[in-house]
């Protein structure tokens, strides 16, 4: 099946103690996104990458990091969470290759609930 | 650059009545638009998406959008609301400018009365 994994759903921390939100997807998509989503802020863009090695900074990069050593992994990390950082995060995956238009739909992960105490 | 406007954070409706979900959008490149759509608790699923071929767009539970270039806008309608509409809706950019970075609005909070 078709699908972006995010782990895990929940997860409560202390600030400072660095973590990492993982996200896969099994469907050979290059662009890949995180997106955070606070009350009447809508989604914010964290980071994407359009493709391995292929990493930009969204709207609201500062606390976080990406890396995309492989096509199907994005994985978030939050080197010293602080509690700002609570929020409800998504990882996004689409095709953007060569000859794929840009209205390809947008496949997203289930979501992760991060407090920051 | 692009963005995208959603001019309403919050639309209250009574059930039955049209819905009107408002969305300007910026954009330097044609545009491809899309709307999401997200139930409480739950993640975010396309509603309908704008891809040049046609300038009204149908989706699913009977929702519709249309593109107005002149007016830069994609504003989302739907005849009659059912409670089942209530939920948050995202309208969404792309354009080759940005190879295809997608931009999100900051959604529309729809309240459906009975």
């Known amino acids: 099946e078709a699908q972006v994994t995010q782990n895990p759903r929940y997860l409560i921390t202390v600030t400072g103690k660095k973590l990492t939100v993982t996200c896969s997807q099994n469907?050979?998509?290059?662009?890949m996104s995180w997106y955070r989503q606070d009350p009447g802020l809508g989604l914010r863009q964290i980071y994407y990458?359009?493709?391995?090695?292929?990493?930009d900074k969204g709207d609201v990069p500062e606390g976080y990091k990406v890396s995309r050593k492989e096509k199907r992994n994005f994985p978030l990390i939050l080197e010293s969470p602080s509690p700002n950082q609570t929020s409800l995060y998504f990882c996004?995956?689409?095709?953007?290759?060569?000859?794929?238009?840009?209205?390809?739909?947008?496949?997203f992960g289930s979501g992760t609930q991060l407090s920051v105490l | 650059a692009q963005s995208v406007t959603q001019l309403d954070s919050h639309v209250s409706v009574s059930e039955g009545t049209p819905v009107l979900l408002r969305c300007n959008y910026s954009?330097?490149?044609?545009?491809?638009l899309f709307w999401y759509v997200q139930h409480p608790n739950k993640g975010l699923q396309l509603l309908l998406k704008?891809?040049?071929?046609?300038?009204l767009v149908k989706g699913i539970n009977g929702f519709e959008a249309e593109f107005k270039k002149s007016e830069t806008s994609f504003h989302l309608t739907k005849p009659s609301a059912h409670m089942s509409d209530a939920a948050e809706y995202f309208c969404?950019?792309?354009?080759?400018?940005?190879?295809?970075?997608?931009?999100f609005g900051k959604g529309t909070k729809l309240s459906v009365k009975p």
């Open positions: 996004a995956s689409r095709l953007t290759g060569q000859g794929i238009g840009t209205n390809e739909k947008l496949f």
């Open positions: 469907m050979n998509h290059e662009y």
């Open positions: 990458s359009m493709n391995v090695e292929v990493t």
């Open positions: 954009s330097s490149y044609s545009p491809s």
């Open positions: 704008y891809t040049s071929a046609a300038t």
């Open positions: 969404v950019v792309s354009d080759w400018g940005s190879q295809g970075n997608l931009i």
